[in-house]
Structure formats: structure tokens, C-alpha cells
């Protein structure tokens, strides 16, 4: 039993097996997916798959790479969309001071502070994309202490988690918790308590061990699952239930 909390099957990578896969993943125990937008057009095609999947649901937003693109049109679009139902978080947003070529940083601290307050504005959850910008989305997360959410794929350290937790925020583990380097997201996982750990694919990228390098799916979310049933020393089947209650919880699903 998985709930995958932040995945992108409107990625091209799955263009030609997209029912394939999805008919296998209902088959395979996944109880529900949360679709992120990353461009307005994954935004629009989040809601498409969440209207046609019963076990799917949406998050629109623009994706820090994409902040140049918010608009007042794109953000009234956003409103628009995140009125259907099954639209259960403004995401993926937030900060990505990695690749030189993103928008400039003010530009995306902009962005993702016009994000948040159509979140506040509706009263959705967001879905945090943070990325070598730790201290920035920190500050911009304590400006909005209406708006909960989930810190996604989490990078940073166990000080960082311990302020997001602060804030009522959840924390995404990825496959990177298999990996063999992963020493900084273990200890992070050792002081995030179970009721604020959520699990994610990032599909099609960051996929577990043994499947690192190939095109990652939400039913290899068990092998995230094995890992923290190891570091907190629970039962895997625990971890499945409670990870499922966390993201419904989160998302009022």
C-alpha cells in the first residue's frame, strides 16, 4: 500500500506506456498519486490525469525554472484550474539556485512568494521545490504561516528539517534515501518523526535502488519504505499506513 505523494506522469518519458503504466500501478497497490505541474502545460495535464484517474489527484504551479513565466494570466490560471476538486495542493513551487541558466534568484523568490499567497488565497497546501536555496525558502515559508506543506525531495540538513517542522511543514523522502552516499538525508530521517514523513517517487527521475539510473515508477516506493522501516526500526507495513494518513492528512484527501 503506497501513496505517491510527488510524481510528473505527464513527463514525456512516459508518452508511449502512459495507461500501460498506470493500469499496473492500480494493479501493484498504489492508493493514490499526487500529480505535480512544473510549466502551466504539466499544470494543465496534472488536472487532466486526476480527472480521468480515480486515484490520482492534481498540484498546479510553476516550477521555479518556469518563474520568469508567471504572469498575472498564469496566475489566474492556476486559480482557475485549482478549483476542480481533485486539485489538492498549489506545486510543485519554490527555489532552484543550482542551474546558472534558472531565472534570476529574484525572480524566482517573487514567483514563489506569488505562489504562496494564492495558497493562503485559497486555503491549499504547497509542494516545495528547494534546491542549494535553503535559507531563502526558509525565509519565505515563515512570511506565509497560514500556508502547511511538504518540503519535497528533501536536500537539506537535519537543522533545516527541524525549522520546517517548526512551521508545521511535512518532509518528502525520495529514492536518494537508498542510495549509497545518502548519509545526510539519513540523518534527516532520524529526526523527522513518522507523522511528518511523506514518500515520492519525483518520477520520472530519482529512482531507489536497485533501480537507480532508469525511469523510476511509483511502485518502487517500496524500496524507500524498506529503508526508513530499517532507520526507524518499525515494520514496514506501519510505514505504509502511516505514510498513506500523512498525505491524505496533508491534503485533505
Same mark, same amino acid.
Given at each position: 500500500?503506497?501513496?505517491?505523494?510527488?510524481?510528473?506522469?505527464?513527463?514525456?518519458?512516459?508518452?508511449?506506456?502512459?495507461?500501460?503504466?498506470?493500469? #499496473?500501478?492500480?494493479?501493484?497497490?498504489? =492508493?493514490?498519486?499526487?500529480?505535480?505541474?512544473?510549466? %502551466? *502545460?504539466? /499544470? @494543465?495535464?496534472?488536472?487532466?490525469?486526476?480527472?480521468?484517474?480515480?486515484?490520482?489527484?492534481?498540484?498546479?504551479?510553476?516550477?521555479?525554472?518556469?518563474?520568469?513565466?508567471?504572469?498575472?494570466?498564469?496566475?489566474?490560471?492556476?486559480?482557475?484550474?485549482?478549483?476542480?476538486?481533485?486539485?489538492?495542493?498549489?506545486?510543485?513551487?519554490?527555489?532552484?539556485?543550482?542551474? #546558472?541558466?534558472?531565472?534570476?534568484?529574484? =525572480?524566482?523568490?517573487?514567483?514563489?512568494?506569488?505562489? %504562496? *499567497?494564492? /495558497? @493562503?488565497?485559497?486555503?491549499?497546501?504547497?509542494?516545495?521545490?528547494?534546491?542549494?536555496?535553503?535559507?531563502?525558502?526558509?525565509?519565505?515559508?515563515?512570511?506565509?504561516?497560514?500556508?502547511?506543506?511538504?518540503?519535497?525531495?528533501?536536500?537539506?540538513?537535519?537543522?533545516?528539517?527541524?525549522?520546517?517542522?517548526?512551521?508545521?511543514?511535512?518532509?518528502?523522502?525520495?529514492?536518494?534515501?537508498?542510495?549509497?552516499?545518502?548519509?545526510?538525508?539519513?540523518?534527516?530521517?532520524?529526526?523527522?518523526?513518522?507523522? @511528518?514523513?511523506?514518500?515520492?517517487?519525483?518520477?520520472?527521475?530519482?529512482?531507489?535502488?536497485?533501480?537507480?539510473?532508469?525511469?523510476?515508477?511509483?511502485?518502487?516506493?517500496?524500496?524507500?519504505?524498506?529503508?526508513?522501516?530499517?532507520?526507524?526500526?518499525?515494520?514496514?507495513?506501519?510505514?505504509?499506513?502511516?505514510?498513506?494518513?500523512?498525505?491524505?492528512?496533508?491534503?485533505?484527501?
Amino acid at each position: 500500500m503506497i501513496f505517491d505523494s510527488h510524481a510528473h506522469y505527464d513527463d514525456e518519458s512516459f508518452n508511449e506506456d502512459r495507461e500501460q503504466v498506470i493500469k #499496473e500501478l492500480k494493479e501493484n497497490g498504489i =492508493v493514490g498519486i499526487l500529480n505535480c505541474g512544473a510549466a %502551466m *502545460e504539466g /499544470a @494543465r495535464d496534472s488536472v487532466k490525469l486526476a480527472d480521468k484517474y480515480d486515484f490520482f489527484y492534481a498540484a498546479v504551479g510553476l516550477h521555479p525554472e518556469y518563474a520568469d513565466k508567471l504572469d498575472e494570466a498564469a496566475v489566474e490560471e492556476l486559480r482557475q484550474l485549482a478549483k476542480n476538486p481533485k486539485v489538492k495542493a498549489i506545486g510543485e513551487i519554490g527555489l532552484d539556485y543550482y542551474y #546558472e541558466e534558472n531565472p534570476e534568484r529574484q =525572480v524566482q523568490r517573487e514567483a514563489f512568494r506569488r505562489q %504562496m *499567497e494564492l /495558497a @493562503r488565497e485559497l486555503g491549499l497546501p504547497v509542494v516545495i521545490h528547494d534546491r542549494d536555496a535553503h535559507g531563502d525558502t526558509l525565509e519565505i515559508i515563515k512570511d506565509f504561516p497560514e500556508v502547511k506543506g511538504v518540503v519535497h525531495c528533501f536536500s537539506g540538513s537535519p537543522e533545516f528539517a527541524k525549522e520546517c517542522l517548526k512551521m508545521g511543514y511535512y518532509v518528502g523522502f525520495t529514492g536518494v534515501v537508498t542510495f549509497k552516499n545518502a548519509k545526510k538525508v539519513i540523518d534527516v530521517l532520524k529526526v523527522v518523526p513518522m507523522d @511528518r514523513i511523506l514518500v515520492e517517487t519525483d518520477c520520472p527521475y530519482m529512482a531507489p535502488v536497485p533501480y537507480r539510473g532508469k525511469r523510476n515508477r511509483s511502485d518502487y516506493i517500496k524500496f524507500i519504505i524498506e529503508k526508513i522501516s530499517e532507520i526507524k526500526e518499525i515494520p514496514t507495513e506501519q510505514v505504509e499506513i502511516i505514510t498513506i494518513g500523512n498525505t491524505k492528512n496533508l491534503f485533505k484527501i
